[in-house]
């Protein structure tokens, strides 16, 4: 599926059935704090860093390569790690394993608490009195009356909010247009404390910088995108690291997402109480 390199190689952005945003930024925004949990609603991380847990940290010779070297390197380290932490500031906090688990915070018109096992997605208004104090709140509520409290609930495939809102919880494949196309390297860098190498991959019209540790393993630690005089940047940090996702809140805590999608477009099903 094109959905992991799309949130490398595109300017990252969603647009949400209850509310449209962006989860784009512009270079400025602040990038993760080094050790800050990102797992969310009650899920645990051990920390900031790029690397395997336990992992020595000695030169791996990988910016002595090609490009094109570099890249299938890095890509091939990164697809294989199990669990890692991906951050587009002011937008996308999420920590994910090859499980299928993933949890943490998407801002869509406002931060969400978003928990993905498999296909199964829930979300809930990190700041509830706020959201349902706006028009897409009130919207909501007035298609599902029992929402505040309780996460909205369902397959990621069954209904748009929750696809779009757990797009970002993909793991894997991350090479899939990269490993074709044209690469140049672009000199040294620095993500986070960890010394990388730059490499610019050319996509047709797009162009994208992938900034790859020198370090343990050579993992994709920053890719960036230049588009309409904004960058946009995507940060993979935390790779190897322990990740116990939140429980599965019970179904009394949720509504259905598809049927209140359906009920707020003028189609009102029944039974938006709670989800089986």
Known sequence: MARKYQALAAAVSAVVVLGAAGCSS?????KPAKGKDSAGA??????GG???AGEQQTSNGVEKLSAKAIVDKAVAATEAAPTMRLVVPEGVDLTMDRKGNCAGTVTATSPHEVLRKKDEVWVKPKDEAAYYASAEGKALLAAVPGAKGKYMHGNKDA????GLLSLYCEFGDIGKIVKSNSAV?????TVDGQDAVSVKVTAG???ITLHVATEGKPYILKAAQSKDGKVTEMLLSDFGKPFTPPATPPAAQTFDA???EEAMMGSAGSGLGGSS
């Open 185 to 189: 390297k672009s000199g040294k860098s």
């Open 26 to 30: 512009d270079s400025g925004g602040d």
């Open 205 to 207: 019209k797009d162009a």
């Open 159 to 162: 209904s748009l909010s929750l």
């Open 42 to 47: 009650g899920g645990s991380t051990d920390g």
């Open 258 to 260: 598809a049927k209140a």
């Open 50 to 52: 790029g690397t395997d």
